[in-house]
């Protein structure tokens, strides 16, 4: 099965609108931090928000806010007023189990095109 | 401040040559990651480094790839008798690692992309 499904291969957003991007994941550890990372047509990863299992309240920076739905196991990222900037693939990512695994487990990225 | 950087950004290389990938992590980043992105694919996890410590390397897909970290510091990912299906981006990563608690965040390099003909 896969650790971090994305449904959403590619997605179109009129400019200003707000957009939610979906993310599932599937692990059956406790203890686990959930990641979204923006990688533009230049290639970088650019991290956007993070989300700890124990964390009580959504992560929000910025546009960019996180609803995590523990019961359900989504992460899904929200960016709010978009912009042209914001055309990229996004990619969720998950790090599972106590601190000292390091490694993320990325899903295979939504495109998002915004319009303007 | 810099950020993770990676050299070369492109690299072609014919079928059976060694190459030799090199990133440099930000400034007092303990963790070192590498991650081999296939074309239209996420990032999936090679090896990790703790200072010169590689303490994981179970994504490593054959014998052919080897990464090394001997100053805790920069790093170079080789891959030898480069083959057509090694063709990727290979993104370095860099993390404060203990210091940065539950919340250590990963922060990626430009990337390396390899072309074997």
């Known amino acids: 099965a896969q650790k971090i499904t994305q449904t959403q291969p590619g997605m179109f957003v009129q400019e200003k609108e707000a957009v939610t991007l979906d993310c599932t994941y599937d692990t059956s550890d406790q203890s686990y931090g959930l990641f979204w990372y923006k990688q533009p047509s230049s290639g970088e990863m650019i991290f956007l928000i993070y989300?700890?299992?124990?964390?009580?309240q959504n992560a929000t920076e910025g546009r960019y806010s996180l609803n995590f739905q523990k019961a359900r196991k989504s992460a899904n990222l929200v960016i709010s007023a978009s912009q042209l900037g914001d055309s990229a693939m996004y990619f969720c990512a998950m790090r599972e189990g106590n601190f000292g695994n390091e490694k993320l487990t990325f899903g295979t990225g939504t495109r998002l095109t915004i319009i303007p | 401040g810099a950020g993770v950087s990676q050299s070369p950004r492109y690299k072609v290389a014919k079928r059976g040559q060694d190459v030799a990938l090199r990133c440099d992590p930000i400034?007092?980043?303990?963790?070192l990651f590498w991650y081999q992105q296939a074309l239209g694919q996420g990032p999936e996890f090679l090896t990790y480094?703790?200072?010169?410590?590689?303490?994981?390397k179970s994504g490593l897909p054959s014998d052919r790839f080897f990464a090394e970290r001997p100053e805790g510091s920069v790093s170079t990912l080789k891959i030898q008798r480069t083959q057509q299906e090694d063709s990727a981006v290979y993104l370095c990563a860099s993390s404060l690692g203990l210091a940065g608690g539950p919340t250590d965040t990963q922060y990626f390099g430009p990337g390396t992309r390899l072309t074997v003909l």
């Open positions: 480094f703790q200072n010169e410590a590689q303490l994981d």
């Open positions: 400034s007092g980043h303990v963790s």
């Open positions: 989300q700890g299992s124990y964390d009580e």
